[in-house]
């Protein structure tokens, strides 16, 4: 692509999507029509119009090359799936071969469901699973070494029936927040908003590190994170990395990585350094909440992808490396009505705007009550790393509403009526030749875990490689069931003006807990969040059991989102990956320490022993320094090799420790502390060993020779 079309993004953006505009130029009036239909009203599609629908979406990706399709769905894996299929036929008489692709196979497709993780919903032997197409999300032309693939976005059920991906229960949970909502607004007056759609924007923080330095690093290929490295004399003391000037060998790469996304219709709009040396961040445009599940499983494949042609890996763990920070995904979300109206816009004057009044009290009590649940949904073992470890929200859900919100929410308890908002001040730098503007009325809140920031709320809990399905599942159900719940009340009241008005200060007196200011890294916190009786769950293992509990599965059933067993089945994956995931480190650390660290150490205090004997009979010199060292390496020699050995001995008892909630709890107390053990005098002995001598490439060599 030549400068001048590369910088005319809007002559290729979306230009391998089967999007809108390319329907209504192929489909004929009605087949668009009716797809329009099934799309925005959920009617179902017949097989005549899927027929027609998928012959001119053949067309259009063979002229695009592509000569395969795939149903592209997200199993419980954490990543995405697909099945190719050429269009071929069967050949003819003639030798010759026709190009299909039918209706039928356009909205159904068969996967193996016996191999993904089920929970045991699936037995091994019952292997036959769903595939079926979404059609609220765009087909899409991926183009790679294997050529051009048409991928179809699709939900993934098993032949009972059963969710066994991320997507089914998102479409659900946005079915459920949707007819809520409409409830709302019908109540306030609002006759002419036909539909109500979760919005999301996730930002992506990603590593970028040489790709010959991460092929040296055993811990990085196996696990994603390095398990052992000593800090480099700087790390990001002098925060000139964040937000700094972009080196041109990942320019390069974020170019190409724009591309590529914008060929798929993929908004990506903001990019910069993070905070940690060769960390970045992406960002793109708020789109619905499937599509922006979906787009951001393309975004991670592309920032991988992309990251080889420019001899680089990119790393989405959220820890990658000790003592630098670690990588999130805030996910900011808000619901707005097919006419552009966002729900949690709170306009000029707050205090007055009581439809948002209650919409804002109604996520209070949605948050307060099932913060257990949203925590859950932010949990993975590479986030234990990273929340509440200064550098990310704790692990305490609370809600930033800033000062504006805060006072509204204040005059609403105490007077039972808000009759002011705070306004924005004036910003004035005291330079002359800059103008002056006005400022928002509220700052912001990194600490917080949910924060408000003008018309959405930012998550800010998720993880770099998490799929953001699973916290907007929660988000959806949870707002979903605040809103029927006020729905109930005020439609069952004979004074809507004041039973509203009761409601809103009712919600905000008995939910005002949840809401926090202040600094969430402070123990000063901690302290107040537990007199206030939030929970605190610091890990993966703790979180998990919120998933099914009474008041979880009734949420979710009632609104047909999960199904008690299809939550029992999620518990029993998260305890399995959890283990699994620990399993794999501690084993890449035992091979690490065995294979490549405990031998380069003694070499070098066979050199140094070398040294002593030699200089001091070569001339009897004072070999003080070399003996001291050699009895230092020597003894955190063996300090490794006794922590190794414990790590062994309770690696070997999990994997004999039941399956399910105990292993975990296993591979949380004992393995990981044993890992924490090994790792204490192999990172000290990198400070010590002749840097030829030491197996791996450094933290230095990893994030500042990029």
Not at 160 to 170: N, R, S, W
Not at 452 to 461: A, I, Q, V
Not at 662 to 675: F, L
């Amino acid at each position: 692509m030549t400068e001048k079309e590369y910088c005319n993004v809007a002559d290729y953006f979306g230009e391998n999507v089967f999007n809108d505009s390319v329907m209504q130029a192929r489909l004929p009036k009605k087949v668009y029509k009716k797809l329009h239909e099934v799309m925005e009203e959920g009617r179902e599609l017949d097989l005549e119009t899927a027929d027609v629908v998928a012959h001119e979406m053949k067309e259009w990706a063979i002229e695009k090359g592509a000569t395969h399709y795939t149903h592209w769905f997200q199993p419980l894996t954490g990543v995405t799936a697909e099945k190719h299929d050429a269009f071929i036929t069967a050949p003819m008489e003639n030798g010759k071969v026709l190009l299909s692709f039918s209706g039928k196979e356009l909205i159904k497709g068969e996967s193996d469901a016996s191999s993904f993780p089920s929970g045991g919903l699936r037995a091994t032997f019952e292997a036959r699973g769903y595939t079926a197409w979404d059609c609220t999300s765009p087909a899409f032309v991926r183009q790679d070494a294997a050529g051009a693939t048409l991928c179809i976005p699709t939900a993934f059920c098993s032949y009972t029936g059963e969710a066994l991906d991320q997507k089914t229960p998102l479409l659900r949970s946005m079915e459920a927040i949707n007819e809520q909502a409409l409830r709302l607004l019908r109540l306030f007056g609002n006759t002419t908003s036909k539909r109500v759609t979760p919005s999301v924007g996730p930002e992506q923080e990603y590593f970028l590190v040489d790709r010959e330095k991460y092929l040296q690093r055993k811990d990085l290929i196996f696990t994603g994170r390095t398990l052992f490295g000593a800090m480099p004399p700087k790390g990001q003391e002098m925060d000139d990395h964040y937000f700094g000037s972009i080196r041109e060998r990942i320019a390069a790469y974020m170019r190409d990585v724009n591309v590529e996304l914008w060929k798929l219709g993929v908004s990506a709009k903001t990019q910069h350094n993070e905070a940690a040396p060769a960390q970045h961040e992406l960002a793109p445009i708020y789109a619905p909440a499937n599509i922006a599940v979906d787009h951001n499983q393309l975004i991670m494949e592309t920032l991988k992808k992309v990251a080889g042609r420019h001899g680089l890996h990119c790393l989405l763990h959220e820890k990658p490396f000790a003592g630098v920070n670690g990588s999130g995904k805030h996910d900011n979300w808000s619901i707005t009505t097919d006419d552009g109206i966002n729900l949690l816009d709170p306009g000029k004057t707050p205090h007055d705007n009581i439809q948002f009044l209650l919409v804002l009290t109604c996520i209070l009590k949605a948050v307060d009550i099932h913060a257990d649940l949203l925590r859950e949904a932010a949990a993975d073992v590479g986030n234990d790393h990273r929340l509440g470890a200064n550098e990310a929200p704790p692990a305490i859900i609370s809600v930033f509403l800033g000062e504006q919100l805060e006072d509204v929410l204040t005059q609403l308890i105490s007077t039972g009526s808000a009759t002011h908002s705070l306004k924005g001040q004036k910003l004035e730098t005291g330079v002359k030749a800059i103008p002056d503007f006005m400022m928002d009325a509220a700052d912001r809140n990194r600490t917080s875990p949910f924060a408000f920031t003008g018309n959405k709320f930012e998550f800010r809990m998720v993880g770099a490689m998490d799929s953001v399905a699973q916290p907007n599942v929660v988000l959806n159900t949870i707002v979903a069931e605040a809103f029927k719940e006020a729905c109930d009340e005020l439609e069952a009241s004979s004074n809507f003006d004041l039973a509203v008005h009761d409601l809103i200060k009712k919600y905000a007196t008995e939910h005002q807990r949840i809401v926090f200011n202040g600094d969430g890294y402070s123990e000063e916190w901690v302290k107040e969040a537990e007199r206030r009786g939030l929970p605190n769950m610091r890990t993966m293992v703790d979180a998990i059991p919120a998933l099914n509990t009474p008041k979880a599965v009734a949420l979710f059933e009632k609104f047909g989102v999960f199904t008690k067993s299809e939550l029992d089945s999620r518990v029993e994956i998260e305890y399995e990956l959890y283990s699994k995931e620990i399993n794999i480190e501690a084993k890449a650390m035992i091979d690490i320490a065995t294979k490549q660290i405990i031998p380069a150490v003694i070499r070098y205090t066979t050199v140094l022993a070398k040294s002593i004997n030699e200089v001091r009979a070569a001339c009897g010199a004072d070999v003080s320094v070399q003996t001291d060292m050699l009895m230092e390496v020597s003894t955190l020699l063996a300090d490794t090799k006794k922590a190794l050995v414990k790590l062994e001995e309770v690696t070997k008892v999990a994997a004999t420790v039941p399956q399910g909630r105990e292993q975990a709890v296993y591979y949380r107390d004992e393995v990981t502390s044993a890992m924490e053990a090994l790792r204490a005098p192999v990172d000290k002995l990198e400070m010590l060993v002749d840097k030829s001598m030491w197996p791996m490439p450094s933290y230095g060599d990893l994030i500042f020779e990029v």
